[in-house]
């Protein structure tokens, strides 16, 4: 089932803070973040995984509340390379206890940095 | 390291022609995924590999059909196209399934009509 992400769209102006959620309605094993700019490829920012563990930019920030299958990306102090549309990707738990089938993306959230 | 490439980077089909999308990587990662992205929208897992001669159905696959012969290459066929195959389609890569990310190739844009 697909991962919820909120708000649809945010419109900031540069230096300012936004904060992205994702919520699923399935046990997750990982929940992957992806970037992407008009007419180009989902570029890869953050993996949280089940248990702690989380690889990524050093950069970027993110958090993941297992019990309540929710993730969230903060975007801190913005630039405008920021902006473009962001994808939270979502692993559910397999029998195995990992992710077994790929990634279910959400709807995206649409970022608009403003000079 | 090219990484993930994807050929032809723009098609225009007419209903019912048929045609391959080819994917190639690089990188050595067994496996590889499928998505297409419609306007406005996420992606959706359209079939997956774990390896060469292993591939799975994911969200959407009626209409298409894969193939894995070697750990590289990844082909998409679509057989009798139809308008709702518009779309742009993403190949990928991963070292792994689980918690590994994954490498996205620069899409076709494919246009039935």
């Known amino acids: 089932q697909q991962p919820v992400q909120s708000p649809q769209a945010v419109i900031l102006r540069e230096g300012e803070d936004a904060v992205i959620n994702c919520s699923s309605s399935?046990?997750?094993?990982?929940v992957h973040w992806y970037r992407q700019k008009h007419g180009e490829a989902p570029v890869f920012l953050m993996i949280?995984?089940?248990?702690?563990e989380q690889k990524g930019h050093e950069k970027i920030s993110a958090s993941f509340n297992e019990k309540k299958q929710q993730s969230s990306l903060y975007l801190t102090a913005s630039q405008l390379s920021y902006s473009g549309t962001y994808f939270c990707?979502?692993?559910?738990?397999?029998?195995?206890?990992?992710?077994?089938?790929?990634?279910?993306f959400g709807k995206g959230t649409h970022l608009i940095i403003q000079p | 390291n090219a990484g993930v490439t994807q050929t032809p980077k723009f098609r225009i089909l007419k209903i019912g022609q048929s045609m391959t999308l080819q994917c190639t990587q690089d990188m050595n990662h067994n496996y590889m995924y499928w998505y297409r992205q419609d306007p406005g929208m996420g992606l959706k897992l359209i079939y997956y590999?774990?390896?060469?001669?292993?591939?799975d159905k994911g969200e959407v696959p009626n209409g298409y059909n894969v193939s894995r012969s070697t750990t590289e290459d990844f082909p998409l066929r679509l057989e009798l196209a139809a308008p709702s195959q518009t779309s742009v389609y993403f190949c990928?890569?991963?070292?792994?399934?689980?918690?590994?990310?994954?490498?996205f190739g620069p899409g076709t844009r494919l246009t039935v009509t």
């Open positions: 399935k046990a997750l094993y990982s």
């Open positions: 990707g979502t692993e559910r738990v397999w029998h195995s206890g990992g992710g077994a089938d790929g990634l279910t």
């Open positions: 949280l995984l089940k248990g702690g």
């Open positions: 990928a890569s991963s070292y792994s399934v689980s918690g590994y990310e994954q490498y």
């Open positions: 590999s774990v390896g060469a001669g292993i591939t």
